[in-house]
């Protein structure tokens, strides 16, 4: 009978023969390509042994919380860009648009839509952690204090951090500025007046006598004074304690922007195209700065050179002295500046109605970086610089 020599020849040392030698008859065929089979899984299956990977026991390193610049778009999104560099971190698709700034609390960024959503977005996955429709519509910008948010609508309402609502207070008109959180109580615009809320229970606490027009500045209050503007053209200055007059000041025009106040001054934008800094003890005017186009923009400040930011509708931002009102330097954007600007270290950062967010050196006016958000915004930035946030004025939760 004739024979036939088939020699397989394998080259892995570990295998317990290094050659192996098999006889078959030409009638048993079938049984030689059982048998080669069986070395071809077994070959394939020590191959693949060898290459597996041992998985690491170790935890996974933490996310670290970064400084970064946040910014909601008319196209529904919320954006985070790093604070130096401009570079996009996250973006987060919302239901509906933000038309008040935003608020940083423990990790967590809250936003109120015109959808009546409201957002909890963890900043350090940059993902939506709670989404609650609380059917509450309005454009202006949230408060945080203590584990609670305020939001000003219809009427001054209290939310905690989970959206359980705690109270709300009707101040018998629709709220028209932002809230400011100061010594256990809010204050808030309603119409033409100022009213103090306690923050704990939402009783009303004081309402201020009625100012000529609308109130749409949101209130700044300190050393016992609380300022906002209003649209019969004044400045005012009331009591914290029981919101009785201190002082007013007349301008050219509304007044919508919300003042903030520093080393004994307050700054406030006017509509009568002008910037006021006005002495918080006697309400007489330091100096104004005239811009060529009206000036809706709260301003903001750099402390280690005592330089004022704010925006105007002529395209500019402007950087002043706050001794003297002097121009420092001014940077043109593409567009209208309506938005408050904000300040961190070194750096100013705004919107204009050219889509754009800007970077810009507070000593220099050079633009650091810019990134375009395709879309529009009325809302000012947010900086997280790793504290409390960093607000701007229009902003309940701003330090000035």
């Known amino acids: 009978m004739k024979r036939h020599i088939f020699l397989f020849s394998i080259d892995k040392p570990s295998l317990p023969h290094e050659y192996l030698l098999y006889l078959f008859d030409t009638k048993n065929l079938m049984d030689m390509k059982r048998i080669v089979y069986t070395l071809s899984l077994l070959t394939l299956t020590w191959l693949l042994s060898s290459c597996s990977k041992t998985k690491s026991s170790d935890e996974p390193l933490p996310v670290v919380r970064k400084e970064a610049v946040y910014i909601p778009t008319e196209?529904?999104?919320?954006?985070?860009?790093?604070?130096?560099?401009?570079?996009?971190?996250?973006?987060?698709?919302?239901?509906?648009?933000?038309?008040?700034?935003?608020?940083?609390?423990?990790?967590?960024?809250?936003?109120?839509?015109?959808?009546?959503?409201?957002?909890?977005?963890?900043?350090?996955?940059?993902?939506?952690?709670?989404?609650?429709?609380?059917g509450i519509i309005t454009s202006s910008s949230l408060c945080v204090n203590s584990g609670k948010l305020f939001i000003a609508a219809d009427k001054l309402y209290c939310y905690d951090t989970a959206f359980v609502s705690i109270w709300n207070y009707d101040p018998g008109t629709p709220c028209s500025s932002s809230p400011t959180v100061y010594n256990g109580r809010v204050f808030v615009g309603a119409d033409v007046k100022c009213h103090a809320v306690d923050m704990g229970s939402g009783a009303g606490i004081w309402s201020s006598s009625p100012a000529g027009a609308a109130i749409y500045s949101s209130p700044t209050v300190s050393n016992g004074l609380v300022y906002f503007g209003s649209n019969d053209k004044k400045i005012y200055a009331v009591k914290e304690i029981d919101g009785s007059a201190k002082w007013d000041y007349p301008t050219g025009d509304k007044v919508e922007s919300s003042p903030i106040v520093y080393g004994g001054m307050c700054l406030v934008g006017g509509m009568d195209f002008s910037i006021y800094c006005i002495d918080t003890t006697t309400g007489t005017k330091r100096w104004s700065y005239y811009t060529p186009e009206r000036v809706s923009s709260s301003p903001a400040i750099h402390e280690l050179s005592n330089t004022v930011f704010a925006g105007s509708y002529d395209f500019n931002l402007y950087a002043l002295s706050h001794v003297d009102g002097k121009l420092k330097w001014k940077f043109p954007s593409g567009s209208l500046i309506k938005c408050s600007p904000v300040v961190h270290k070194d750096y100013v950062y705004f919107t204009s109605f050219d889509r754009y967010i800007y970077c810009v050196n507070v000593n220099s006016g050079q633009l650091v970086w810019k990134q375009f958000l395709n879309g529009n915004t009325l809302v000012s930035p947010v900086v997280d610089d790793l504290a409390k946030g960093v607000y701007p004025g229009i902003s309940g939760n701003s330090k000035y």
């Open 75 to 134: 196209n529904n999104n919320l954006i985070s860009y790093a604070y130096d560099s401009g570079n996009k971190l996250w973006e987060v698709h919302l239901s509906g648009h933000v038309e008040g700034t935003p608020v940083l609390y423990n990790n967590k960024m809250y936003a109120l839509t015109t959808n009546g959503y409201l957002y909890s977005i963890d900043v350090l996955k940059g993902e939506i952690y709670k989404e609650k429709n609380i």
